[in-house]
């Protein structure tokens, strides 16, 4: 077995509740902004468009990130057992 066990991190649900709520927030307060601009209809809905598509592409990059750094630990860990399990094979006292 492995000597060195990796540690998975894991968010507080304060860290949680505090991610969730700046984010409601910001997204309250582009949304009131935009509702308050002294501007035609068809400028607020292209910029709540834009806020929107905005959003989403954050979501998608971050999970790209997150689903790449994953596969990473994978792959880091599956050599990490050939390894292991090539020095366990290995004796050096043995006369080929």
């Known amino acids: 077995m492995s000597e060195t066990t990796s540690v998975k991190q894991q ?3 304060a860290f949680y509740g505090q991610a969730v709520a700046s ?3 910001a997204m ?4 009131l902004g935009i509702y ?8 607020r809905g292209f910029l709540a ?3 929107l598509y905005l ?10 990130i997150r689903d ?21 094979e290995h004796d050096p006292f ?3």
């Open 68 to 88: 790449r750094q994953e596969a990473g630990q994978i792959i880091s860990r599956v050599d990490q057992a050939r390894l292991e399990k090539i020095l366990a």
């Open 28 to 31: 309250g307060a582009v949304a």
């Open 11 to 13: 968010s507080t649900a």
């Open 55 to 64: 959003v989403t592409s954050a979501f998608t990059l971050a999970k790209v």
């Open 49 to 51: 468009i834009g806020v």
């Open 23 to 25: 984010f409601g927030l």
């Open 36 to 43: 308050f601009l002294d501007a035609d209809g068809w400028v």
């Open 94 to 96: 043995q006369q080929r």
